[in-house]
């Protein structure tokens, strides 16, 4: 159903050629997810007590200038706005939960796509490299992102239904597979008050682990606990403030690739993409083993 | 030597050329360069030409390979030699899941370690693997021989039918109905002669052999429980 | 004493052949397994009927005035896109379920009538390949048989995802019927009861599946059409993400679609029946714009040139026949009638060939038993029957008033019952009302 792709830097050199590097590894997932595109980048961290928000609206013509203003005026300091394509990035000086409550009440018009501190999301229908192009991604400089393109499965094919799902602060999900047992675990969600919004399985696991998280768990028992709760098949990549990691399903049919050179570690459903980065042909290969979770950070 | 850039040339080109060779053909030696993980390289062979790769390739190298003699020189996707019918691939690095596939004749050999499915459903064909092997490996392997130098993953040989399986290192566990064998001197022979073929020095007397314990063969309602 | 028979309740819930079933289970401590479809009560073609020529609509004169039957199979990739001279072709079903005689004999009246046969979960026979002009080779989970010789020798090729029988099983073959022949192209020890995997086993999934069908078309120089089979569950999905993984053909199988053996439980209870399969796929390829340059085939309990018409009109491009196909070649004749009480069952009852004691020697190993279908008869009697489907297929058209039977629309259509209404997106008799639209 789809391509999964990651970079983490490990040198400046390759973090100024991030979105570059990723938009190539992308493209070359087309064929494995014709239907739409998406990338997390994480980069440009807010300042100490703001929180970075990526937006979208469909109208190539609505007004994020006005929204900023607006948000500006409500919160009191200064909220600054950074437009690509059908999607804008806001900082503002403010948490989370408030900025979620305004935007619900005044602007229940603009999707929030993303909320953190480094994080940024733009994904959309359409041909990698229509989104490539569409949101300029090749400019993105940043540590590490994330990249998915769509072959739909089982929900429908519009921007919503894109991966990479946002399921908490600086956290993201693309999926490779197919999970069995969704529906259900989206009722039990709801009711734990995570918010849902498409019939996508996806989403589901991205509710899940936002829900494991709340309640307490560190990311690497989330994703244990999702190994039991979760029934299908699925390569995960989880984007993460200062990494990223890898989880297969135990019966792991949906191929993986990881590699690593001494400037980069990346993941790729299929060895093509990573062979289009610099100094591929001498990286270690390998591949990760099910039900084992693979991560990366700068701590 | 015949050199085919695969940044210059379609896939779909060289395989066709490949294809259109006259079982005479005197063009025998092919070096194929910057595979990048493409798919389907040198598939569908038929005819006693040599076929090496230089880099990593992906899903299905050398599928249904007949005769040919086909060398990667670097890391398999998966699927590599699947369904072959005879003549002989190697791959120099890992290779990936379902190696050796419904493979049905001629030699796989693969010198590092191969992910799942090593193996699965296969019908007759030799595979030696230099390093170890991932789960479910030889799932419902009909016919043929597996030898793993290193260690198996969970559920070897699960379903297994009349395959044999020689393993050296250790085996997470067994899969249904796959049971340890007596390892006779016939087998010390198969397994001596086949890592001889695959050019890997191992001692056949530290293999260990494994096979099928014949008991779902014909539905028994006390066997039950393997299904 | 004599009972009162008017004091005999049967149960709805548990009638007869429930506690028949029951005590089965209680003494064997198994699945029951058996050939043939779901016998069950469903909705099914019979529930449209076809609007005729009236005044507003003029009908054709038969002989004289053309009706025509060709289909193109695989326009959208193949170098050699494949032309058949009726839209009703013939199942894959494999030699091991069937003997060789029943093989040959399809292949002959297949070629005879222009249209394509399909080999099994066993691989290709000589004798099939020999005697049908259009044969469609498969390419199924468990890969029995399966080279590139054949790939290439076939005129198309289909990977089966599923059947409409059981669809996410695997094939299933019981020792009686594996003989050194079918062992032999099995690669199988000879008498054990075949196991079989339900998932292809270098792919998982619609994305791995573009892969696998580039690889199959690399092998085979991109000549043949590929098609995709699946048993009918999520079919607009399916449809779609076929589509998309680069099918040039999609064959869709109705839970009706026959088995040679597998569970009752699989056969009953799985999948959704061809009608409203039919309109589902035809759906999904129009949403993808992808109507008629994909081609879709559907299977499953098509029965008679009425059903024919009917898949046709809901947009389908041609049909599959199995369970029919046997029925012509003797399945349940009134022949041989101890034999089928030796099976322990009747003819017109009987489902049982998963037995391999096939009393009209169609699904059977046996040499004694097959001696009873001579490949000549065979191909001659079900000729017949192909040449009664298509003569009926074109009365139905050229009443509607069509020239190609291909030009049958919906709105030839209108259903006799609700769910036939609500499944095949066509109006109650007498009505304007589809269920689920405009509100209702």
């Given at each position: 159903?789809?391509?999964i792709?990651g970079l ?18 992308l493209?070359?997932m087309?064929e494995?997810?014709?239907d739409?595109a998406?990338?997390a980048?994480?980069?440009n ?34 909220v ?11 900082i503002?000086?403010?948490q ?7 935007l ?6 603009v ?14 229908m ?6 490539v ?14 990249g998915?393109?769509?072959?739909a ?6 921007t ?27 009722e039990r ?12 399985d996806?989403?589901?696991?991205a509710g899940?682990?936002t829900w ?9 028992e ?6 039991k ?14 990494g990223?990691?890898?989880?297969r399903?135990?019966?792991?049919c ?5 590699a ?7 993941m790729?459903t ?10 591929a ?19 | ?9 379609e896939?779909r ?6 294809h ?14 910057n595979p990048?993980g ?10 006693p ?12 190298c ?20 699947e ?7 190697r ?34 064909a030799?595979?030696?693997?230099g ?9 419902m392997?009909?016919r043929?021989?597996?030898?793993v ?9 699960d ?21 340890e064998k007596?390892?006779?001197?016939e087998h010390?022979d ?13 001692n ?16 028994n ?7 | ?14 009638p007869?052949?429930v506690i ?18 779901a ?5 099914t073609?019979?529930?449209l ?30 170098k050699?896109?494949?032309e ?23 292949g002959r ?10 080999t ?28 590139p010789?054949d ?7 289909e ?5 409409g ?26 008498g054990?009861d075949?196991?079989s ?10 994305d ?21 089979k699946?048993?009918?569950t ?18 869709v ?10 569970q009752d ?32 085939i ?12 009917k ?11 199995g369970?029919?196909t046997?029925?012509a070649?003797?399945?349940?004749r009134?022949v041989y ?6 099976i ?23 040499p ?9 008869q065979?191909?001659?009697?079900l ?16 009443a509607c ?20 209404a609500?499944?095949?997106q ?15």
């Amino acid at each position: 159903m789809c391509g999964i792709v990651g970079l983490y830097t490990k040198n400046p050199d390759i973090e100024q050629r991030l979105g570059d590097y990723l938009s190539s590894m992308l493209i070359e997932m087309t064929e494995r997810g014709p239907d739409s595109a998406g990338i997390a980048v994480y980069r440009n961290p807010a300042p100490k007590g703001a929180t970075k928000l990526t937006l979208h609206n469909a109208d190539p013509n609505y007004s994020w200038p006005q929204l900023a203003h607006d948000m500006q005026e409500e919160l009191g300091d200064k909220v600054s706005v950074e437009v690509r394509g059908s999607h804008a990035v806001l900082i503002a000086h403010e948490q989370y939960p408030a900025i979620r409550a305004w935007l619900h009440h005044h602007h229940p018009e603009v999707s929030v796509v993303s909320v953190g501190d480094k994080i940024e999301i733009y994904k959309e229908m359409g041909l990698p490299a229509d989104v490539v192009q569409r949101f300029h991604l090749r400019d993105l400089r940043g540590t590490h992102a994330l990249g998915h393109t769509r072959m739909a499965t089982e929900s429908a094919v519009t921007t919503e239904h894109s991966h990479p799902f946002s399921t908490g602060l600086d956290l993201c999900l693309v999926h490779n597979g197919s999970l069995s047992n969704h529906n259900r675990l989206r009722e039990r969600l709801k009711k734990h008050d995570i918010e849902i919004r498409t019939d996508n399985d996806t989403e589901v696991a991205a509710g899940y682990l936002t829900w494991r998280l709340r309640e307490g768990a560190t990311l690497d028992e989330a994703l244990e606990a999702a190994i039991k709760d979760l029934d299908g098949f699925y390569t995960f990549a989880v984007g993460t403030k200062d990494g990223f990691a890898v989880l297969r399903d135990p019966i792991a049919c949906k191929h993986a690739v990881l590699a690593e050179t001494d400037d980069w570690v990346a993941m790729a459903t299929e060895y093509r993409s990573i062979a289009t980065l610099p100094g591929a042909d001498k990286a270690v290969i390998w591949e990760p083993v099910p039900a084992q979770i693979y991560s990366w950070s700068r701590a | 030597m015949i050199e085919v850039d695969l940044d210059q040339t379609e896939i779909r080109d060289l395989n066709e050329r490949l294809h259109r060779l006259p079982p005479d053909t005197n063009e025998r030696a092919w070096h194929i360069v910057n595979p990048k993980g493409r798919h389907a390289i040198g598939v569908g062979l038929d005819g006693p030409i040599t076929v090496t790769i230089d880099g990593h390739v992906g899903f299905y190298c050398a599928g249904m390979n007949k005769q040919a003699e086909v060398v990667v020189n670097g890391h398999a996707g998966p699927g590599v030699a699947e369904n072959m019918m005879s003549g002989f691939v190697r791959v120099r690095g890992n290779a990936s899941q379902s190696a050796g596939a419904s493979a049905r004749g001629g030699l796989l050999v693969i010198e590092g370690d191969t992910s799942s499915r090593c193996g699965i459903s296969m019908k007759g064909a030799d595979i030696v693997v230099g390093g170890s092997v991932g789960h479910m490996s030889a799932f419902m392997a009909q016919r043929g021989n597996l030898v793993v130098c290193g260690d198996a993953g969970r559920s070897l040989g699960d379903s297994i039918y009349e395959a044999r399986l020689f393993v050296r290192g250790s085996v997470e566990s067994l899969g249904a109905d796959c049971v340890e064998k007596e390892l006779r001197p016939e087998h010390l022979d198969i397994l001596t002669k086949l890592l001889d073929r695959a050019g890997i020095r191992a001692n056949p007397r530290e293999f260990k052999r494994y096979g099928s314990a014949r008991k779902l063969y014909n539905f028994n309602v006390d066997h039950a429980a393997a299904y | 004493m004599t009972v009162d028979p008017r004091l005999l309740r049967t149960s709805h819930s548990f009638p007869p052949q429930v506690i028949q079933e029951i005590h089965r289970a209680a003494d064997q401590g198994v699945y029951e397994i058996r050939g043939f479809g779901a016998k069950r009560k469903l909705p099914t073609f019979d529930d449209l009927v076809l609007l005729g020529a009236s005044i507003s609509r003029y009908p054709l004169e038969g002989y004289r005035e053309r009706c025509d039957t060709n289909v193109v199979l695989g326009t959208r990739f193949a170098k050699k896109p494949i032309e058949l001279k009726i839209p009703i072709t013939i199942a894959g079903m494999s030699f091991g379920a069937l003997g060789a005689h029943a093989k040959e004999a399809i292949g002959r009246a297949a070629t005879a009538m222009g249209t394509s046969s399909t080999t099994g979960d066993g691989g290709m026979t000589q004798e099939e390949r020999l005697s049908s002009k259009t044969l469609v080779y498969q390419v199924l989970p468990s890969r029995y048989g399966l080279n590139p010789d054949d790939l290439r020798r076939a005129d198309a090729i289909e990977v089966v995802v599923g059947q409409g029988a059981k669809p996410g099983g695997g094939g299933m073959l019981l020792g009686q019927k594996i003989t050194e022949r079918v062992a032999g192209m099995r690669d199988l020890p000879v008498g054990i009861d075949q196991r079989s995997a339900c998932r292809h086993p270098d792919w998982t999934g619609p994305d791995d599946l573009t892969i696998k069908i580039q690889e199959l078309r690399e092998i085979t120089d991109w000549e043949k059409p590929i098609y995709v089979k699946v048993g009918a569950t999520r079919v607009t999905y399916d449809v779609a993400l076929a589509v998309k993984a680069g099918a040039d053909v999609i064959v869709v199988d109705g839970m009706q679609g026959g088995t040679a053996a597998t569970q009752d439980v699989f056969i009953e209870h799985a999948g959704i029946p061809t009608l409203p399969a039919v309109r589902l796929a035809v759906e999904s390829l129009k949403e993808l714009d992808m109507h008629r340059k994909v081609q879709l085939i559907v299977s499953g309990g098509i029965r008679s040139g009425a059903d024919v018409a009917k898949a046709l009109a809901l947009g389908a491009d041609a049909v599959a026949i199995g369970v029919a196909t046997l029925i012509a070649l003797g399945c349940n004749r009134p022949v041989y009638v101890e034999d089928y009480h030796k099976i322990g069952t009747e003819p017109g009852y009987c489902h049982h060939c998963h037995t391999g004691r096939c009393p009209v020697g169609v699904t059977t190993q046996d040499p004694e038993l097959e001696q009873r279908l001579p490949p000549e008869q065979g191909a001659r009697m079900l000729k017949n029957y192909l040449t009664t489907m298509t003569l009926e297929l074109q009365t139905l058209a050229r009443a509607c008033g069509k020239s190609h039977v291909l030009n049958l629309e919906p709105e030839d259509l209108a259903a006799l019952t609700v769910e036939a209404a609500a499944m095949a997106q066509v109006p109650l008799a007498g009505t304007n009302w589809i269920p689920g639209k405009n509100g209702y």
